[in-house]
């Protein structure tokens, strides 16, 4: 059962940056694909970003391209999701997920087999 535990949300104005974190544990798998997906007020929740930890592959929602950017630690337990040139149209609560690395990087929920619990971006005009 693989857990994972988020934090780096907050509240920033526009143009600002926030880093989040998630943490993987208690995976056997020899590699993970993770990713963020985000879910705003009244609207489905959305791929933003995947990254697989075995040969660090990403893949970004067109709407963040050029603005975050996904990343993992040394011990490829911990991915990243740097996020620049916030907009108040990226306020959402972001969701980690996880699965495992023979299907490669995606932002289709389904793929993932694993979520944290969110944490919350709020971005101000």
């Known amino acids: 059962q693989v857990r994972l535990a988020e934090s780096g949300g907050g509240s920033v104005q526009a143009g600002g940056s926030l880093r989040l974190s998630c943490t993987a544990s208690?995976?056997?798998?020899?590699?993970?694909?993770m990713a963020w997906f985000r879910q705003g007020a009244g609207i489905e929740r959305e791929g933003v970003a995947s990254?697989?930890?075995?040969?660090?592959?990403?893949y970004y929602a067109d709407s963040v391209k050029g603005r975050f950017t996904a990343s993992q630690d040394n011990a490829k337990t911990t991915v990243y999701l740097q996020m620049n040139d916030l907009r108040p149209e990226d306020t959402a609560m972001y969701y980690c997920?996880?699965?495992?690395?023979?299907?490669?990087?995606?932002?289709?929920?389904?793929?993932?087999?694993?979520w944290g619990q969110g944490t919350q971006v709020t971005v101000s005009s």
């Open positions: 990254l697989c930890t075995g040969d660090g592959t990403t």
């Open positions: 997920a996880a699965g495992p690395p023979q299907y490669g990087v995606s932002l289709t929920q389904a793929r993932y087999n694993y």
């Open positions: 208690g995976s056997t798998y020899s590699s993970l694909c």
